[in-house]
T-cell receptor, first 115, second 109 residues
Framework: NAGVTQTPKFQVLKTGQSMTLQCAQD?????MYWYRQDPGMGLRLIYY???????DKGEVPNGYNVSRLNKREFSLRLESAAPSQTSVYFC??????????????FGPGTRLTVL | DAKTTQPNSMESNEEEPVHLPCNHS???????IHWYRQLPSQGPEYVIH???SNVNNRMASLAIAEDRKSSTLILHRATLRDAAVYYC??????????FGTGTSLTVIP
């Protein structure tokens, strides 16, 4: 099992450019999440998908869109990148909502710099 | 949303026990207490969780106060590989985790 994989690992964009961060999981999990982590800060939830076909906003959704392509894949799109979106982006997955355990498994992260 | 308070940083000597505190005075009856840790340049990883009773697993122990307003993560013998940021998170029966800034643990050889 690869667990949660993310591509790319690193990316540099210019202000105004667009890009899509890809995430895939092979654990047959229902729920998937996108977080961002700024230097010296904890993780903040951008969007999540409780199950295939649904997406919901998290704490900091502005400037992002998501697509739950199928049960395995959950992508994050920046339509017009801004320097404030420079961050490390983590994707995570979990079995499903409403469970006390619901351990989240995280990918290795994508380090994004917007110039 | 219930929030947690943790010290910014702690130090421990190698092979000694470490007690990482967390205050969560606004916890509700259905909030689970989760602990994750993040090693340098990696994504967070699950450590342990509990609701009311103390819990043990291969990585750590979780001691929960009787009133549930605080909890303590216990690493029984700190190793250099335990140097990480430890996050105490309250998880309601829903989807969202709120990570906070965590406690940065330094292990001294």
């Amino acid at each position: 099992n690869a667990g949660v994989t993310q591509t790319p690992k690193f990316q540099v964009l210019k202000t105004g450019q667009s890009m899509t961060l890809q995430c895939a999981q092979d654990m047959n999990h229902n729920s998937m999440y996108w977080y961002r982590q700024d230097p010296g800060m904890g993780l903040r939830l951008i969007y999540y998908s409780a199950s295939e076909g649904t997406t919901d906003k998290g704490e900091v959704p502005n400037g992002y869109n998501v697509s739950r392509l199928n049960k395995r894949e959950f992508s994050l799109r920046l339509e017009s990148a801004a320097p404030s979106q420079t961050s490390v982006y983590f994707c995570a997955s979990a079995k499903g909502p409403g469970q006390g355990l619901n351990e989240q498994f995280f990918g290795p992260g994508t380090r994004l710099t917007v110039l | 949303d219930a929030k947690t308070t943790q010290p910014n940083s702690m130090e421990s000597n190698e092979e000694e026990p470490v007690h990482l505190p967390c205050n969560h005075s606004t916890i509700s009856g259905t909030d689970y207490i989760h602990w994750y840790r993040q090693l340098p340049s990696q994504g967070p990883e699950y450590v342990i969780h509990g609701l009311t009773s103390n819990v043990n697993n291969r990585m750590a122990s979780l001691a929960i106060a009787e009133d549930r307003k605080s909890s303590t993560l216990i690493l029984h013998r700190a190793t250099l590989r335990d140097a990480a940021v430890y996050y105490c998170i309250l998880r309601p029966t829903g989807n969202q985790f709120y990570f906070g800034t965590g406690t940065s643990l330094t292990v001294i050889p």
